[in-house]
């Protein structure tokens, strides 16, 4: 059998480069798109060096550029067996203030551009009735901090596209994996971009303002380690090591401890939200 060919987004930094060097490890074939590879040399060279391909595409493209740019990197190797949606950033602010251009590039960025991408995918692993789709979410896509509202929405729309996509491929052997990452030191902190209007003046002392501070004050104190990320993935990818045994048995993997500490009480909330409702939710059949 050829080696497995993966085609990693965002792959200039961070999780993307950290992804790409893991399956480069295995003998496995990887693509690694960038927005900027001429800005993202030295991580082109740490791919190509290992063997790998480096393309150029910048997840807010138009649906029919992804498409294209996807497609020629598919002829590449003739297929992709692995499409890893990660290129993403965070938009920090209070909702109230966003611009149109900054909500559009938040959503174009997290969401549009994994659609358009694992669109062009899914015909080939349909035809070879074999495939998976990784797409990297956060914590945040389960549960929302103040000045994360943009950035949070963005990955719970890329659970839900994902948790129904499961659904619908299954049958054709694609397998679908969300990906939940807790803190993890990569270069995301300091690419949080803030609000281009600024904080208001009355937001200063409230929630908002406290968690823009914080955010900027923890980045390069995060405990999650990027590679040991990456081997994690690699591993309920493939079915190989430690996390092997997930393999086609979970659709969320979280990742953290700090994420297993917010998602337990995420699940709590949901589950004493429900059964706080549940006569209320009783009374309303016809
Ligand atoms: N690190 C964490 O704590 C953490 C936690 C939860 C989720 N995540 C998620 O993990 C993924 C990877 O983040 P990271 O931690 O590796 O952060 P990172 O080091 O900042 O890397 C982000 C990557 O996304 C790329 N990117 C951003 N906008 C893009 C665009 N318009 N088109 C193409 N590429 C674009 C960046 O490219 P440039 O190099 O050109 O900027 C970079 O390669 C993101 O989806 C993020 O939401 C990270």
């Not at 295995?26 to 040399?41: D, E, L, Y």
């Not at 956060?138 to 994360?148: E, K, N, R």
């Not at 499961?166 to 690419?191: H, M, Q, S």
Request: glycine residues 10%; proline residues 4%; contains cysteine.
């Amino acid at each position: 059998m050829s080696s497995p060919v993966w085609l990693i987004t965002g792959a200039s930094n961070g999780l993307g480069l950290s992804f790409s060097l893991r399956a480069l490890k295995a003998g496995h074939k990887v693509i690694g798109a960038m927005r900027n590879p001429t800005r993202a040399a030295e991580a082109v060279k740490a791919i190509e060096s290992r063997g790998g391909k480096v393309v150029q595409i910048d997840m807010t493209e138009s649906q029919a550029s992804i498409h294209e740019k996807v497609k020629a990197a598919e002829k590449i190797y003739g297929k992709i067996d692995i499409l890893v949606n990660n290129a993403g950033y965070s938009l920090l602010g209070p909702l109230s203030e966003f611009t149109e251009r900054e909500v559009n590039t938040q959503i174009q960025t997290n969401f549009f551009g994994p659609i358009y991408a694992i669109q062009a995918v899914l015909p080939g692993m349909r035809s070879r009735k074999s495939g998976t789709i990784v797409n990297i979410s956060s914590i945040a896509g389960q549960d929302a901090l103040p000045t994360c509202s943009l950035y949070a929405g963005s990955k719970f729309a890329l659970e839900g596209l994902s948790e129904s996509l499961a659904r619908e491929v299954a049958e054709w052997g694609i397998d679908v994996l969300i990906v939940e990452p807790g803190a993890f030191r990569t270069n995301f902190l300091k690419a949080l971009v803030a609000n281009e209007k600024g904080l208001p003046e009355h937001e200063k002392d409230t929630p908002v303002g406290k968690a823009m501070q914080r955010f900027h004050e923890v980045a390069g104190t995060q405990r999650g380690d990027p590679d040991k990320l990456a081997d994690r993935v690699f591993e309920v990818v493939t079915g190989e090591g430690e996390a092997g045994a997930l393999k086609g048995k979970i659709l969320r993997l979280p990742l953290g401890k700090d994420c297993l500490t917010r998602l337990d009480a995420k699940i709590a909330k949901l589950k004493s939200d429900v059964d706080a409702s549940r006569a209320i939710a009783e009374t309303t059949d016809l």
